[in-house]
């Protein structure tokens, strides 16, 4: 027999086999059965595949041989039914909303796919491999958990009883290498002036947020932009779950800790942001700020750690500055609203809105700068807009990237520095298709 070697599939070609009955026939779940056992009894596993299949030669034919040992493979050393799935390029979120319900999104569409796990059981064991791998665990004192995967996808996943239907998980996928600037303008995200000028602000040392919605890409952005900061400075990471894909040499990444199981207290993002102001770093860079630690950011931007960059759930520029408004009220209830937003807009100067849209793609929509403010209410002022004008026959959304035509007064910042930013930019329209 001529040797049987596996190669990498995508889900819809796993999901053609899945369809096909000759993959689901008695023989061949034997044969997976004997292929489990020779790898646990074999200290080569390849060796003990190639013999096990062989012996089948006669009852199943070579794709249905490769099929049974990619299978044993990807519960061996992988994620089980998730792995071709993970293998696909086009899948940017695995949906698993029970162990017989796995969802994907595609192209900015979701899509229920034929692949399941055997049993709630079987969905828990890949849970716990997943969790593990990062240190953490899941059970029924703690039945929810952040994560991520060696390719840096986050990973959320829930047990009973939080959830009625058995275990769930969910993973955003980040693809084998992070998206570039100019990856995001080719793929209409933003214009190349936009780009520019956001390469300007970095180098100006700018404290920029990144808002929008669930899923819109505010870590994809906040990566393509980051790429723009320097080699020689120092930067901190700090983030729930490490997914940032930073491509700097001089960077200190930090995690979370929650509680453990032997009762090692959780450590979180807010300390994590404190103690990063004695690690003597040029920039701080903290994944999301969803909590008290929204405080810390703004002083550790307030006290000498220009061009810090943050991200925040939020539906608007607008919006994003009340979140953090509210979040600081959390961290200390004394503080006036007055005192708040006077920190608010001494510390950001730039706040940069990813939307999603209805044919998923997402886009920059506002790029808008925090100029300070007017008796007790915080001046914002957008110098870039994304206009939606309609669907096209295709339904594609379609529109137009506009600069409002006022010059920030953050340019004043680029005169000082030498940074040369044409006038034309800020006057500037371009269609989208």
């Known amino acids: 027999m001529n040797t049987i070697t596996s190669k990498a599939r995508n889900g819809a070609d796993w999901a053609a086999r899945l369809l096909n009955p000759i993959f689901c026939t008695p023989e061949l779940q034997a044969l997976k059965m004997q292929l489990h056992c020779a790898a646990l009894e074999s200290a080569d596993a390849g060796n003990a595949f190639e013999d096990v299949a062989s012996a089948h030669e006669g009852s199943l034919s070579q794709m249905q041989r490769l099929h ?3 299978e044993v493979r990807n519960e061996l050393l992988g994620l089980g039914p998730l792995e071709p799935l993970l293998s696909d390029p086009t ?14 999104e595609r192209g900015g569409k979701l899509e229920l796919t034929p692949l399941t796990f055997q049993n709630d059981a079987h969905l828990l064991a890949v849970i716990h491999k997943i969790v593990g791998h990062v240190g953490r665990s899941i059970d029924e004192a703690c039945p929810l958990v952040d994560a991520r995967l060696p390719d840096g996808s986050r990973v959320n996943a829930t047990i009973p009883p939080v959830t009625i239907d058995g275990p769930t998980l969910s993973i955003r996928r980040f693809g084998r290498a992070p998206l570039r600037p100019e990856d995001l303008v080719g793929k209409q995200a933003l214009t190349q002036g936009m780009m520019d000028l956001l390469k300007s602000c970095i180098a100006a040392r700018l404290n920029v947020v990144v808002s929008g919605g669930t899923g819109s890409g505010k870590t994809t ?18 983030e729930d779950a490490a997914e940032l894909r930073l491509q700097q040499k001089h960077i200190v990444r930090m995690e979370t800790r929650p509680p453990t199981a032997t009762g090692l207290p959780a450590i979180t993002i807010r300390q994590m942001v404190v103690n990063a102001l004695r690690m003597r770093p040029d920039r701080i860079i903290v994944g999301e700020v969803r909590g008290e630690e929204a405080l810390d950011m703004l ?6 750690h220009d061009g810090s960059l943050t991200t925040v759930h939020a539906n608007n520029p607008r919006e994003a500055l009340s979140r953090i408004e509210v979040m600081v009220g959390m961290a200390n209830g004394n503080m006036s609203v007055r005192a708040i937003r006077q920190q608010i807009t001494s510390a950001i100067d730039l706040v940069i809105h990813v939307s999603r849209y209805s044919d998923g793609t997402r886009k920059v929509s506002h790029i808008t700068e925090c100029q300070g403010m007017e008796s007790d209410v915080v001046t914002m002022q957008d110098v870039f807009v994304f206009e939606k004008s309609g669907i096209s026959a295709e339904g594609k959304v379609t529109g137009r990237f506009r600069a409002t035509g006022i010059r920030p007064k953050f340019t004043e910042r680029f005169k000082a520095l030498g940074i040369e930013v044409p006038t034309a930019l800020f006057t500037a329209i371009e269609e989208v298709n």
């Open 91 to 104: 899948v940017s979120d695995i949906l698993v909303n029970s162990a017989k319900i796995i969802y994907v």
């Open 221 to 238: 952005l906040l990566n393509a932009v980051s790429s723009f900061i320097s080699s020689d400075e120092r930067l901190v990471s700090i």
């Open 68 to 70: 049974a040992i990619d």
């Open 299 to 304: 002083q550790a931007m307030n006290t000498g």
